[in-house]
C-alpha cells in the first residue's frame, strides 16, 4: 500500500467513523428532545423523523393559518363517515344533554364533563382550514374550548407524552404529543359557523388539530386518556389499525 | 496489470464520481415521488384554484380516471381500494432523499464549480443562433460525434439548467405548501401562490413537465447510444477507448 493511498484509507475511516458517531449523537439527541415520532421504526421511519423532529424542532409554536370570515366556505364537506351506534343515537335523541367526556390516564385529577360544562371554560373561535390527506379542504369557523385548559383542569401529570383521545366508536382513536395537545389553537370544538357543530361535521364534539390533517381532528370525541407511552396502541403501520395504515404524525 | 492503463481512457472522468452517485440516487426518488404521487392523486382526481375545494365545489378541471374514494363523483361505477397510508410514507421519505441529495448536489457543484463549467452556456453560445443550430442538427437526426458527446450543448445546459434551479425548487415549494405543519410556521409559501388548492394545481403541472423531461431525457439516452451513455453515468468512463488508446500512443511516441 502505498504512502497516499494509506493517507487516503485512514482519512476516509476517520471521516466513516465521525459520521456513524455523528448519527448515534442526533439520534440520542432527537430522542432526549422528544423529536422521535412512535412510528420511526421501519422503512419509512427515517422520512417520518425527519419530517416530525423539522417541525417540532423549527415550528413547534408557530400557529395555523387563520383566515377572515368572507373566506368561510358556503358548502363545507363533512366526508363519508361509518355508521353511528345505537348509543350515539340514543344520546343524538336526548340533544345530547348526557354526552359525557371524560378525562383519564396520566392526571391528578380524572374528570367527566357534560357540553355545558365544557361551555362553562373561557370559549375560543378559530377560522381555520380543514386539510384532507386525500387533497381537498375547506374553511369554517370553529367554536370551542382549548384542549389544554380542559386538561390542565384535571392535572396533566410530568411524565405525559401523548394524548390518545376516542371517538363514539371506540375502535376509533387518534393521539397526539404534548406540542400540540398544549396548542392554543387545538380545540374540543362544539360550534360551527355561528351554531351547534352539526352530527356530519363531528357534532357534538370533536377535537380540531388545525396544524395537522383532517385524520386527526376525530369526531364525536367522549374520551381523553394521557399517557407517556403509544405502547400496547395498534401499530401506526398496521392496516387493520383505526388509521388503516396512515402515519402518526399529519403535520404534512 | 502492464496494460490496464492503454484500455482505459485517461483523463477526467465524463461524470463524477459525485454527479453519478447523486444522478442515481435521484432517478430513485423520482421514480418513487412518481408512483406514490400517482397513487394519491387517485384520492382526489379533481384540481381547484385559490384557497379550497372540494367534490361540493366546481373543479379547475377533472382527471378522468376512477378514484379511490366514494364521495368522489369520477363517473366510474367502481371505487379503487384506498392506498394512501404507505404512498403518503414514501412520498415523504423519497422527497427527503431528494432534498437531501439535491443539497449535497447544488453546493458541491456550486464548490467544484460544475455549473460554471459545464452547465452555464459558454458566452458564444448565448445566442438564438446557437439555439437554432442545435435544434436544426436535431431535427436532422444527426448523431453526436466524439466531441459532442464530451459536453453539453446549448440547449442540453439550458433544459438542466431550467430543471436544477426552476423545476425541482418548484415542486417541492409547491409541496411543502400543502403541508398544514409548514404553512402554519411559513404562511407566505402558500399565500403568494393563491392558496393551498393552487399549490396543489401547480404541483401537479410541474411534477408533470418533470414526467415529460424524463421521458425526452431516455429517449435522447437511447437515441445517441444507449450503451456509451449508461457506461458514462455509472463508471464515469467514456466510450471509444479504442480510438483514443491509439491517439495517446502515438502522442507517447
Known amino acids: 500500500m502505498s504512502k497516499m493511498s494509506r493517507r487516503k484509507f485512514v482519512t476516509a475511516g476517520l471521516a466513516a467513523t465521525a ?51 368572507s373566506m368561510i366556505s ?13 348509543a350515539f343515537k340514543r344520546l343524538q335523541a336526548g340533544a345530547f344533554a348526557d354526552w359525557r367526556l371524560s378525562v383519564e390516564g396520566m392526571v391528578a385529577r380524572p374528570a367527566s364533563y357534560s357540553l355545558a360544562d365544557l361551555r362553562s371554560f373561557p370559549v375560543r373561535s378559530q377560522i381555520t382550514e380543514v386539510v384532507c390527506e386525500e387533497g381537498w379542504s375547506y374553511v369554517a369557523e370553529w367554536t370551542g374550548t382549548p384542549l389544554f385548559d380542559v386538561l390542565k383542569a384535571s392535572g396533566i401529570l410530568p411524565k405525559a407524552r401523548y394524548l390518545v383521545y376516542f371517538s363514539t366508536d371506540p375502535d376509533w382513536w387518534e393521539s397526539i404529543d404534548m406540542a400540540d395537545v398544549q396548542h392554543p389553537q387545538t380545540l374540543l370544538a362544539w360550534g360551527m359557523n355561528d351554531g351547534d357543530l352539526p352530527v356530519a361535521f363531528g357534532g357534538p364534539l370533536r377535537l380540531r388539530v388545525p396544524r395537522q390533517l383532517g385524520y386527526k381532528s376525530v369526531k364525536f370525541v367522549n374520551r381523553l386518556m394521557v399517557t407517556d407511552s403509544l405502547k400496547g396502541f395498534v401499530s401506526a403501520l398496521d392496516p387493520k389499525s383505526p388509521n388503516s395504515g396512515y402515519a402518526w404524525y399529519a403535520g404534512i | 496489470m502492464a496494460h490496464a492503463p492503454l484500455l482505459r481512457n485517461e483523463g477526467p472522468p465524463r461524470h463524477t464520481l459525485l454527479v453519478r452517485v447523486t444522478h442515481w440516487i435521484t432517478v430513485l426518488s423520482f421514480l418513487a415521488l412518481l408512483v406514490s404521487g400517482v397513487e394519491i392523486l387517485i384520492s382526489h382526481p379533481r384540481f381547484y384554484w385559490g384557497e379550497v375545494g372540494n367534490s361540493r365545489t366546481p373543479p379547475l378541471f377533472t382527471i378522468p380516471i376512477p378514484s379511490s374514494r366514494a364521495t368522489v363523483p369520477s363517473g366510474y361505477g367502481y371505487v379503487l381500494p384506498d392506498q394512501n397510508g404507505w404512498s403518503r410514507y414514501l412520498h415523504f421519505e423519497a422527497a427527503w432523499a431528494l432534498v437531501l441529495t439535491g443539497l449535497v448536489y447544488v453546493i458541491s457543484g456550486l464548490w467544484t464549480r460544475h455549473f460554471r463549467k459545464n ?24 448523431s453526436p460525434n466524439e466531441a459532442d458527446s464530451r459536453t453539453y450543448n446549448v440547449l442540453q445546459r439550458v433544459t438542466y439548467l431550467l430543471v436544477i434551479f426552476g423545476m425541482v425548487p418548484l415542486v417541492i415549494w409547491t409541496g411543502l405548501a400543502m403541508s398544514p405543519g409548514f404553512n402554519a410556521a411559513v404562511p ?23 414526467v415529460l423531461f424524463l421521458l425526452v431525457h431516455i429517449a435522447m439516452v437511447v ?16 466510450a471509444a477507448p479504442q480510438q483514443r488508446t491509439i491517439e495517446h500512443i502515438e502522442e507517447r511516441t
Open chain 2, 119 to 142: 452547465l452555464f452556456p459558454a458566452p458564444q453560445h448565448r445566442t438564438w443562433h446557437a439555439f437554432h443550430g442545435v435544434i436544426a442538427k436535431h431535427l436532422r437526426l444527426t
Open chain 1, 19 to 69: 459520521g456513524v458517531s455523528g448519527l448515534g449523537v442526533a439520534a440520542n439527541l432527537a430522542k432526549r428532545y422528544g423529536l422521535v415520532p412512535p412510528d420511526s421504526g421501519g422503512i419509512y421511519g427515517p422520512g417520518e423523523t425527519l419530517t416530525y423532529a423539522a417541525q417540532r424542532l423549527f415550528a413547534r409554536h408557530s400557529l395555523a393559518r387563520e383566515f377572515p370570515r
Open chain 2, 223 to 238: 437515441l445517441t447510444g444507449f450503451a456509451s451513455r449508461m457506461r458514462e453515468m455509472i463508471t464515469g468512463v467514456s
Open chain 2, 188 to 210: 407566505w409559501a402558500v399565500n403568494c401562490l393563491g392558496g393551498r388548492q393552487s399549490a396543489r394545481t401547480i404541483h401537479f403541472f410541474v411534477s408533470t413537465f418533470l
Open chain 1, 74 to 86: 358556503k358548502v363545507p364537506f363533512a366526508n363519508d363517515m361509518p355508521p353511528l351506534n345505537d
